[in-house]
């Protein structure tokens, strides 16, 4: 048996110990699951571009190097079917990278924060760093006027608190209704939610009396709008954005693996809640973004985490942006 098979043959045991936690589960506690910090050597952990007369920034919360991709990508596959996606893609087939990248973006007249990443309980190890870095680049934590939540995974509402007070002292909170009515119904705080349920208790239930409730299509401010993007969890949400004739979409954790999700957008994710939901949602979404060109920052895509997608065989390509907003 090779070396390379080694390393699989035990990555996949090591993963299947994991399947033990949910998604959520293992959300929350990333800080523990990591296998070192990701290297940034002369990354500033954050990137600006202009979309007619709005400010974007993405900050990366942090980088974590896991076992993988397979079978948190792909578990419905044979293991050896990812291992030849990812190196044909010219990456590891036993390990990858994630990154967490929270987005801001000022209108002119508010500054509105989409997800809050893992916070304080991961700085220790590396992560939780977007309240440092948001400084950086000149957006102070109490002068964010709107906190926008995409769904309530543990490293999009790890941030909300601070020392145990609100981490954004002076904002107003948005979040999908239906999510927000899945986590805190009674039954989820026993069985497998039971992790994540509380997680929610914690840092988004204390903000609710500050809290706007969306459904699809709804704004949450001009130019601003939900796009249901169910599936990954129950209320799930993605947002389309608009000004000065020129569009975005925040597409949240709809796919979180540049190559993986992206190329085939038909493999199941551990970390979604209903695979199949995800699946079509992936593709309703992803189609769009495809035909119509628009550009996407996607959470868990390679930071800055922008790019666009062209439609190919089985899937999608992904394409990095690079000066296209210099113009």
């Known amino acids: 048996m090779s070396g390379t098979t080694d390393r699989r043959t035990i990555f996949k045991l090591a993963g299947g110990a994991a399947m ?38 993405t900050v990366l919360d942090g980088a974590r190097p896991s076992h993988g991709p397979y079978p948190t990508f792909g578990e419905d596959q044979e293991e050896d079917a990812v291992a030849e996606l990812m190196e044909a893609n010219f990456l590891p087939a036993d390990q990858f990278v994630n990154g967490f990248a929270p987005v801001i973006i000022d209108t002119g007249s508010e500054k509105i924060l989409f997800d809050t990443g893992l916070g304080e309980g991961a700085r220790a190890n590396g992560l939780g760093q977007l309240r440092e870095r948001m400084q950086a680049t000149g957006h102070q934590p109490d002068e964010i006027d709107i906190v926008v939540l995409t769904h309530f995974h543990g490293d999009h509402i790890g941030g909300l608190m601070e020392g145990g007070a609100p981490a954004f002292a002076n904002a107003r909170y948005v979040a999908g209704q239906a999510e927000y009515d899945f986590w805190t119904a009674p039954e989820r705080a026993e069985g497998q939610t039971a992790n994540a349920a509380q997680a929610v ?32 969890t129950p209320g799930h949400l993605a947002f389309a954005i608009e000004s000065g004739g020129r569009q975005l979409m925040l597409t949240a954790d709809t796919a979180n693996h540049y190559v993986a999700s992206l190329m085939r ?28 060109r628009i550009p996407f920052i996607g959470y868990h895509m390679p930071f800055p985490a922008v790019g666009f997608v062209e439609k190919i065989d089985q899937g999608y390509r992904y394409v990095p942006a690079t000066y296209q907003f210099d113009l």
Do not use: C
């Open 20 to 57: 033990a936690l949910t998604a959520p589960q293992i959300m929350v506690r990333a800080a523990s699951a990591q296998i070192a910090t990701a290297p940034e050597v002369g990354n500033p952990g954050y990137s600006s571009f202009r979309l007619g007369d709005f400010q974007i920034t």
């Open 201 to 232: 208790e914690a840092n988004v239930v204390p903000l609710a009396e500050d809290m706007t409730f969306l459904a699809d299509g709804d704004e949450v401010v001009p130019g601003i709008s939900a796009v249901a993007a169910f599936g990954h």
């Open 265 to 292: 957008p038909d493999w199941h994710v551990r970390f979604d809640m209903d695979k199949e939901m995800a699946v079509e949602t992936r593709k309703r979404i992803f189609d769009q973004i495809a035909t119509e």
